[in-house]
């Protein structure tokens, strides 16, 4: 995935978003807690809109392979 990074020097070793020190974890809070993809954007603008749909789109892909399985 190109997308993210995981990096021990860079947020001890936290997933970010590639080129960024935005843990992917914060786009989920975001979106738990009701706010928009725009939102996000707009509070990490080094994130690219082709980053979250990347990282959406693994999510989409892991959830349906645990319910298939």
């Keep these: 995935m190109n997308a993210i ?10 997933m ?3 080129g960024t020190r935005v843990p992917v974890r914060n786009l989920f809070d975001y ?3 009701g706010e928009s993809i725009k939102e996000f954007l707009e509070d990490f ?23 298939a399985a």
Excluded: C, H, N
């Design 45 to 67: 603008p080094t994130v690219s809109y082709e980053q979250v749909r990347e990282v959406l789109q693994k999510a989409e892909t892991i959830v349906e392979s645990e319910t």
């Design 5 to 14: 990074e995981i990096d021990e020097k860079k947020m001890g070793g936290v």
């Design 16 to 18: 970010v978003f590639k």
């Design 31 to 33: 979106l738990k807690s």
